[in-house]
């Protein structure tokens, strides 16, 4: 009978939810703010289309509504705290980061940012958010994905890395793989080529560092049982019961969805976290935001779609074609 009790005791303190610690909330926020860009023209950017003389008739005024919207979202996902980290994709550049945080409530909480400067044709990047109060940065550098001759260039992958609480380094990639343009298949080698580049930089860290704590978020454009995910990054399901710490974990891989296509919705949006980061994870705290705000009723396919801010050509006034991912974490 006790060694009946022991292999019970021992099954249930292996649980994920159960080996987190107890400390601060520290929040995560990863989101696709679709098309933010600023009003005026980049000559080296093919940014035409978002001008308030072009097609769009993108003004000063709807542009301005947009980063209101952004800040409101970032504000929800806190709930009482502050998110500490904010993952944010399609931005065009430093000028709409500055915006975003002078011309909106996030003046309150004294963020900086990160954000890249790739070589995308359209002139979107990729940003993080950080509250200096609960992540003190270290460290920043852009990762050039590298692609055949003659193909695009695509987006470059952001790693931040900085200390938290607890005096431990958290390592913070922020990704917005290749898109599915051209079709799924003619472009999955571009995100298998930004796929194998984040995972030789997570082999290298977790050897550099003896308890190294992982963060990759954003827009893979790609499902969690895809390639790119499961054979290449090697994310796997979470929750589990057993946590390998160098081992990646997706913490969205049965999430029903963060963007709708025809009708049909698709998780493209994801968190991983290594198996020592994962400890840290509040019970239940991974979630796609469905706020009514952020869904609007789908008259094409039935149901809901996410609140954009153009249907087509056509001017909504919404948010973007994506909803946020939070999860939380707890530090000591």
């Known amino acids: 009978m006790k060694s009946f009790f022991y292999f019970m005791l021992i099954g249930y303190l ?39 003389e072009s097609a769009r008739h993108w003004t000063k005024g709807r542009y301005y509504q947009k980063l209101q919207h952004i800040a409101q979202v970032i504000h929800v996902a806190g709930e009482w705290n502050t998110p500490a980290l904010v993952g944010l994709c399609e931005v065009e550049g430093d000028s709409v980061m500055h915006a975003l945080l002078h011309r909106t409530s996030l003046r309150t909480i004294g963020y900086r940012y990160c954000i890249t400067h790739g070589n995308d044709q359209r002139g979107i990047n990729v940003a993080l958010l950080y509250d200096r109060t609960q992540f003190r940065k270290l460290g920043e550098e852009e990762l050039v994905v590298p692609l055949p001759h003659g193909e695009r260039s695509t987006r470059n992958l952001l790693h931040v890395w900085g200390e938290v609480r607890s005096s431990d380094t958290l390592d913070v990639f922020v990704c917005h793989l290749p898109s ?34 992982c963060l990759i ?38 999430a029903k969805g ?29 979630k796609v935001l469905r706020p009514p705000f952020l869904l609007t009723r789908d008259k094409t396919w039935r149901g809901v ?28």
Request: proline share 6%; net charge negative.
């Open 14 to 52: 292996t649980l994920p939810s159960l080996q987190a610690q107890e400390g601060e909330p520290f929040v995560v926020v990863s989101y696709n703010v679709e098309n933010l860009f600023d009003t005026d023209d980049n000559p080296e950017t093919d940014d035409e289309e978002f001008m308030p």
């Open 180 to 213: 599915r343009y051209g079709g799924e298949l003619a472009s999955r080698p571009k995100r298998h080529a930004a796929a194998h580049l984040l995972r030789s930089c997570i082999d290298s860290l977790c050897q550099e560092r003896s308890k190294s704590l």
């Open 217 to 254: 978020m954003g827009d893979f454009n790609d499902s969690a049982t895809d390639a790119t995910l499961t054979s290449i990054l090697k994310a796997q399901p979470f929750p589990t019961e057993i946590l390998r710490d160098s081992s990646l974990y997706n913490l969205f891989f049965t």
């Open 258 to 286: 963060s963007h709708k296509y025809q009708g049909e919705w698709h998780q493209l949006d994801h968190i991983l976290v290594n198996g020592r980061l994962a400890r840290q994870l509040q019970l239940e705290s991974a």
């Open 305 to 332: 779609r996410p609140f954009r801010s153009y249907y087509g050509f056509r001017y909504e006034g919404g948010y973007s074609d994506h909803l946020p991912l939070r999860c939380v974490l707890l530090f000591p």
